[in-house]
């Protein structure tokens, strides 16, 4: 086969009189493919790029060279397929042959190529995207076919592009190309071009037995290149030296595939799926090197964990970085706290495979074995280092391991067969079953509300689309959106990356990126049409390539009660306090008593605060939005210190919109989506006591509400009579009234208003006139009415509170729950629910829910709109009648 390939190479030369190899050389095979770079000064001086690829190199001439700005296009004309024997050809071909010149190994190395499409494919549809790990060129590029061929020459011409990544350069990407000596003999071009030096190291020589990965002994090969390549930053306990192990600087790692549930035969064992960083380790002579899943150099930004494995003797090991939070579990956001401010001492490397020992190569041993050695490397080590812990494995059913982790709030299980090798790439001997909806989305762009960061756009491949999977509302704090806004800013497009069905379209405030930022994200699952319901954001993974991002779902674990694996003696578990996901906001001690119980005898916890502000919070939200809200947190429950909040503080989530009010310089608080009800309910706000003015307009009073607050005597049967006199006082007036209780002993009665465009209604004017209507009320029945705030004046009576109504008084929001014994509600009634057998009582955080769903109560609330212009001229003539 390899022969048909080679026919236009070999046709072009004459091999009695050029140097170069015919092709005639044997390889054995090898698990990864290689690449060469040669300098040829030809006609024109140029870079041949060759990728090996079905027994040959696929052979590109880029004629300025490659370049490490990914804003450089470089033009790589497709030439003819050159055996795989011609990556070691360094030297002149003679004049009058095909390409006559000199001809310098400048780069070699492996490769391996990105996304789902094999080589061929990508070749043939013209957008070929892979990653070299070479001595000089490193990092993800692409060649992109172009439509025509130039000058009308029967050649293919393609743009060799880098992508943003690691390795990636902002400007000057030639500078690269001023490396002026072979890597394998040191030459440069003139020395080669006279014939004299010495002759090149070999890369590939036909017929030696080439190992798993092309590493060979130390004074030959690949592995003796890559030594002598520029050396990253690294941490030794000794001097520097020169490496002498046959250890390859690099394994690129084994990755999962995805399944629903985990497997349950008998060969597979299951490990903690960890929420961190996948990293390598390798040590020799002491000399630590950190790299991420891609092969970037991170020994820098974890010189702690270094400093623990220089301990070790010669390995590679495989593992992961993590953060742990206050309960011993991964928390993703902490790490990315941690790198961002650069404190990383306290961060734990994972360990869960063994790649190298010394000379000794472990891949092709059972999983078992490695992991067994492994775990005596560690302890012989001295496996008392809290920074360096061994991964422990489960051997039961896959189901059981699963549920255990979702039970502690873990991210997932990765189960492997327990007699395979170690391969690397994306396997189906190691598989990922997640317990939540959380994963890796690309951010396509980001939307702004009066200029301040918003959401992020984000999407998923899929094929050779990018789909948009919808918006990442919460999960930002201040800090994140500093670190996140200059990266998005850098990738800026003019058009939209998204493609397919369902694609956004640009609306005010968007803008858009190139798809290359991963973000990591948490949700709660995919809604009807393909999009995430409730996201959060939870830190950038600068560790994976967007080109690898597509949807996935999480496990569902079978119900039935199964068993707890044991622990690992240096992993905690959570607790039942572990933070839990409501609406994409972490809630942390959700299990903390914010009420003694709630009218059923058991506590109500934060938990139960969270999720019944989730199960109202469609119907809430209409009421409070656009609005100032003040709240009444209790972080120790009811029982404990509370306190009032109406303006903003250190730490408030971005889901709370801050609005500046006349005459306060300080921000007030302001709910104005679902999902900041979850965040109020985070920091323990058990009351919302929202301003009554029209939405969007502080000076403006939008509502009237009247306080029915009875004595200490007053039976409630007499608080609904006052109720319902109200209401038709507010009839004859022309005003349409709305009741709820107050989650109290009393009720309060509402009227909407209507605002015309051209009204000149003031504050002190909606105050006057709701005095006027509670007076009047009482003048006709001192005996039961009074207007008066003072306690010893109430017996018997209800004070008929009007103090609500002005322009920064606020009155509790409807289903708002109260901090009164009973975790009670204020909930909304018809009025034919307001009855003299009415209990109060029974509304509590517990049962409005399914309550709520069954009432058609302030369903025509926006409908009962009124003038109160009208209402205040009605008011004045029945006075003046009156008297």
Known sequence: MSDDKLSKYKAKRDFKLTKEPSGAGKLNASNRMRFVIQKHDATRLHYDLRLELDGVFKSWAVTKGPSLDPHDKRLAVEVEDHPLDYGDFEGTIPKGQYGGGTVMLWDRGHWEPEGKKTPQQALEDGDFKFTLEGQRLHGSFVLVRMKHDRNGEKRTNWLLIKHQDGDAVDSHGDAILEDATSVASGRTMDIIASGKGRKPRPFMVAGDAVAADAVWDSNHGLAAEERKAKAPKRISKTSVKEPTSTMPDFVHPQLCESLKRPPSANNWIHEIKFDGYRIQARVVDGEVTLKTRKGLDWTAKYPAIAKSFAALPDTVIDGEICALDEHGAPDFAALQAALSE??????????????????????????????????????????????????DHFETGGDAVLKSACKLSLEGIISKQADVPYRSGRTKTWVKSKCRAGHEVVIGGWSTTGGNFRSLLVGVNRGDSFIYVGRVGTGYSAAKVATLLPKLKEIESKTSPFTGVGAPKREPGVVWVKPELVAEIEFEGWTADGKVRQAAFKGLREDKPASEVEAEKPAEPETTELPEPQKDRKTSSRRSSAKINVMGVMISNPDKPLWPDANDGKPATKRDLAEYLEAVGLWIIDHIKGRPCSIIRAPDGIGGEQFFQRHAMMGTSNLLELVTVFGDRKPYLQIDRIEGLAAVAQVAAVELHPWNCEPGQPEVAGRLVFDLDPGPDVPFSTVVEAAKEMRDRLDALGLVSFCKTTGGKGLHVVTPLEVAKRSKLTWPEAKAFAHDVCLQMARDAPDRYLVKMAKKLRNGRIFLDYLRNDRMATAVAPLSPRARPGATVSMPLTWSQVKLDLDPMRFTIRTVPALLKKTKAWEDYCEGQRSLERAIKLLAKSNKAAA
């Open 342 to 391: 650069e404190k990383t001492d306290d961060l734990v490397y994972f360990a869960f495979d063994l790649l190298f020992e010394g000379d000794k190569d472990w891949r092709d041993s059972k999983l078992v074995d490695r992991k067994a050695r492994l775990q005596s490397i560690l302890s012989d080590s001295g496996g008392d280092d809290p920074r360096l812990r061994y991964v």
